[in-house]
């Protein structure tokens, strides 16, 4: 049984920095195409990063320079790097997985992904 579980969401001010961790269990770690997706309020679910098995990426233009996504392979693990956090970067963060190979145009598109973990918040507020 494929799981992930998101954590590290929180409460940050403006400028500051929050690390994002996503714990898989039930695949072969580095073997699916991952990816961060998030939700604001009142908004519709957003690509964020996404990672292929090839290690290619695809970051929304709104967050590249600011967050960067890596795996720790030896924890099974999936990590948001989010730096300069903006309070449009308040939202609930979700962790997202799916064991076909995707493209890196396709790793923002939500309909490439099958498993989804419950989500975490993140609120950028001063």
């Known amino acids: 049984q494929v799981q992930l579980v998101e954590s590290g969401g929180g409460l940050v001010q403006p400028g500051q920095s929050l690390t994002l961790s996503c714990r898989t269990s039930?695949?072969?770690?580095?073997?699916?195409?991952m990816a961060w997706f998030r939700q604001r309020e009142g908004k519709q679910r957003e690509g964020v990063v996404g990672?292929?098995?090839?290690?290619?990426?695809n970051y929304a233009d709104s967050v590249k320079g600011r967050f960067t996504i890596s795996q720790d392979n030896a924890k099974n693990t999936l990590i948001l790097q989010m730096n300069n956090l903006l309070p449009e970067d308040t939202a609930i963060y979700y962790c997202?997985?799916?064991?076909?190979?995707?493209?890196?145009?396709?790793?923002?598109?939500?309909?490439?992904?099958?498993?989804w973990g419950q989500g975490t918040q993140v609120t950028v507020s001063a």
């Open positions: 990672i292929n098995p090839s290690g290619s990426t």
């Open positions: 997202v997985a799916d064991s076909r190979q995707w493209g890196p145009v396709s790793l923002l598109q939500s309909e490439a992904y099958s498993i």
């Open positions: 039930g695949f072969t770690f580095g073997t699916y195409t």
